[in-house]
């Protein structure tokens, strides 16, 4: 079966500092990837997405990047973090096979709190 | 623009009452239709999806959702709430052709009381 791993659960990082939040798929080939922001415990923001090894779509231009050096692992960073990338990260993903009709599947998230 | 509307905050229901939690979506296309749901500092869980074929369909713990086309509706329903049921719902949508993208509304709060 499929297991999806996202880590760390939370975090607590200064103004200005790095970001690495690391996320791998177990027990499936080629899936999309994505990276969602959760604020105020409410809706979700697509940040990032990936088809494939090496490409990334970015939704919104702001202080994050995001990465896929592996089929099944996606990472999201930052070289220095604002007080607004406070929040909720959840990273998914969703087989990609026939009319790709697949819903997505979450990891437990990481809270991310910028002081 | 794809674009998906919870028109409630917040949904309070007593225990063994039906709920219903609404959705409105806006697509270009046919869509791909999603409800899920969210327990505190947990990530979101798959409950149903409506793809083609019956207009209800049925889901995880007894969830249903019924498809309306001429309406653009996609409204979460369960026959009786069970306090267990209290959680954070989202309602999401994907477009067929070359949609990698799921768009999610802004949630809507259930809450059953005993």
């Known amino acids: 079966s499929q297991t999806i791993h996202q880590w760390p659960a939370t975090l607590v990082q200064p103004v200005g500092s790095p970001l690495s939040l690391e996320c791998t798929v177990e027990?499936?080939?080629?899936?999309?990837l994505y990276w969602y922001r959760q604020a105020a415990g409410r809706g979700l923001q697509l940040l990032f997405y990936?088809?494939?090894?090496?490409?990334i779509s970015s939704e919104v231009p702001q202080n994050l990047s995001a990465s896929r050096p592996q089929d099944r692992q996606f990472i999201l960073s930052s070289k220095k973090l604002l007080l607004s990338d406070s929040g909720f990260y959840l990273c998914?993903?969703?087989?990609?096979?026939?009319?790709?009709?697949?819903?997505?599947?979450f990891g437990e998230g990481s809270r991310l709190t910028v002081l | 623009a794809q674009s998906v509307a919870q028109p409630e905050d917040q949904v309070n229901v007593a225990e063994g009452n039906p709920l219903t939690v609404k959705c409105t979506y806006s697509?270009?296309?046919?869509?791909?239709l999603f409800w899920y749901v969210q327990y505190p500092n947990r990530g979101l869980q798959f409950l149903l999806k409506?793809?083609?074929?019956?207009?209800l369909v049925k889901g995880s713990y007894g969830f249903e959702a019924e498809f309306n086309k001429s309406q653009t509706s996609f409204h979460l329903k369960k026959p009786s709430a069970l306090v267990s049921d209290s959680a954070l719902y989202f309602c999401?949508?994907?477009?067929?052709?070359?949609?990698?993208?799921?768009?999610f509304g802004a949630g809507t709060r259930l809450f059953v009381k005993a």
């Open positions: 990936s088809v494939g090894i090496g490409q």
């Open positions: 697509v270009s296309g046919n869509p791909y």
């Open positions: 998914a993903w969703r087989a990609v096979q026939g009319e790709n009709t697949g819903e997505l599947f």
């Open positions: 027990g499936t080939s080629n899936p999309n």
């Open positions: 409506y793809i083609t074929g019956d207009n």
């Open positions: 999401a949508v994907r477009v067929r052709t070359g949609g990698f993208k799921t768009i």
